[in-house]
């Protein structure tokens, strides 16, 4: 079999036109004609086409260049401006133009909110386009690293050990200063020691000032390099991270809204990040659907009143633990008298309300009704008798425990982890993202957005095919 080979010196004839360099099925052209179809105003970048000054570049061109650049696994600013260079694709896009790595990262810098906002012009297009419904909604979260070392979070405790140690460091170079300038007067070593010190107490000051923000602040821990990033942990350890929210629609899995939270956890979530897919939507959706992560009855229960069927299971639903003898759903509530009857008879009246927790506590009358029971030891071993804790909404709780256990639930929490950790997927996997470049809260909300309006384009992509996105959004 004959071999081809490549010739290097070949002469070779390019194209007349820079247009004729990619073809009209091209996935690239689909980004140009989304970023073409969005006004600038909506997404809060002023057009002002007659001001005076140095040229800048078209905001829409560096738009495109991150978005498709974002699309395409190249994040970093020096890689997406060799990108404008050698691809011919982001060479079309530009239409030529060749901004440096610089002017890539100002911009993306200067315009955070403009790249938060992509997401939801890019969602109401997929309404437009009827490939979103709005009917059902999924909601997830997973962890991304920060642009952070965990080793620059600092807690009140680690603080204070830290400034033991500087204190002590910094007496021993004063005495070792003392004596030095007593043997040796202007020497050389003498300085050094001089700068060292001056060091040390700049970074006692530094401790201080970390220590005064963490009290004022009331957080528990805070990072010197990212301060609105947290600690999170997750299956390659413990990280200085941040928590990304999504919600997905059900008809295609395409993303409705997405967020990123400085919380370890989903607990407080569920209320406003639904809402917020509302709010893009325009109306609200008939059943919102996530894990248990998500199961704080306060926050279901603002959803809940709204009329939208609430899908979370429960702690014990979701690890389908064992019910006990001596469970709380065997005690009997009573409405009228606000007490508990034990399965032996015995009255557990209100103790007292926890305001942290939300929950009212009950308690056995008499500790030695409960001493003297056979079941002493099995229901409870406290020398005051059982206790039972009520949350100020378990009726709506209970609701919500019957409502996910239905049929119909069911199929829908089935369908749950298809659509809704499809996209995560694809920006860990595809995308390459196992953190954010960006710091502070605002710059990794962008990027969050960036990503999910990567995975959204690409999947209607795959849908209705570039031509017909093309047309649609042209039209």
Not at 28 to 40: G, N, S
Not at 187 to 216: F, G, R, W
Not at 274 to 303: F, M, R, S, V
Not at 404 to 429: D, M, N, T
């Amino acid at each position: 079999m004959a071999y081809r080979y490549g010739d290097r010196h070949q002469m070779q004839l390019l194209p007349q036109t820079i247009e004729d360099y990619v073809a009209q099925n091209d996935p690239v052209r689909a980004y140009d004609a989304f970023i073409e179809a969005i006004k600038l105003s909506e997404l809060g970048i002023i057009w002002d086409d007659s001001k005076v000054g140095n040229s800048t570049y078209d905001p829409k061109a560096m738009l495109k260049l991150l978005l498709y650049g974002y699309s395409y696994g190249h994040r970093s600013s020096r890689k997406i401006e060799r990108a404008t260079y050698h691809n011919i694709s982001f060479i079309w896009l530009m239409g030529g133009l060749k901004p440096d790595h610089k002017t890539i990262a100002l911009f993306r810098d200067n315009n955070r909110t403009a790249l938060k906002n992509i997401l939801k012009q890019c969602a109401r297009f997929c309404i437009k386009l009827n490939l979103i419904e709005g009917n059902t909604l999924f909601l997830d979260g997973t962890k991304f690293r920060a642009n952070a070392g965990i080793k620059n979070t600092w807690t009140s405790n680690r603080c204070q050990n830290y400034l033991k140690h500087i204190d002590e460091k910094i007496e021993s170079i004063l005495i070792e200063c003392e004596k030095t300038d007593t043997e040796e007067g202007g020497l050389s070593s003498l300085v050094a020691m001089q700068d060292e010190l001056k060091d040390k107490k700049a970074l006692q000051i530094k401790m201080h000032e970390v220590l005064q923000e963490i009290k004022e602040e009331n957080r528990e821990s805070i990072n010197t390099t990212d301060p609105d990033c947290v600690k999170t942990k997750g299956r390659q350890g413990i990280h200085a991270g941040y928590n990304g929210q999504i919600v997905v629609d059900k008809k295609h899995g395409l993303i409705v809204h997405s967020d990123v939270i400085s919380e370890s956890n989903d607990l407080k979530q569920f209320a406003n990040q639904i809402n917020q897919a509302n709010e893009t939507l325009g109306q609200k959706c008939e059943t919102a659907c996530a894990d248990a992560g998500y199961a704080n009855t306060d926050e279901l229960k603002e959803i809940h009143d709204q009329g939208i069927a609430v899908i979370v299971p429960s702690q014990t639903q979701a690890h389908e633990r064992e019910i006990k003898p001596f469970d709380k759903k065997h005690f009997i509530y009573d409405p009228e008298s606000n007490t508990y009857t034990c399965p032996e008879g015995n009255k557990l009246t209100y103790s007292h309300h926890c305001k942290d927790k939300n929950h009212n506590v009950y308690q056995i009358k008499h500790s030695s009704s409960c001493i003297k029971c056979q079941h002493f030891g099995i229901c409870t071993k406290s020398k005051y008798g059982r206790r039972i804790r009520r949350l100020a909404n378990e009726e709506t709780k209970q609701i919500l425990e019957q409502q996910y256990a239905q049929k119909s639930s069911q199929a829908i929490y089935k369908l749950r982890k298809e659509k809704v950790e499809h996209p995560f997927g694809h920006i860990k996997r595809n995308l390459g993202v196992s953190g954010f470049l960006l710091r502070g809260i605002k710059g990794v909300k962008a990027e969050m957005a960036l990503f999910a309006a990567c995975f959204n384009i690409v999947r209607m992509i795959n849908i209705i095919g570039v031509k017909s996105f093309v047309t649609e959004l042209s039209g």
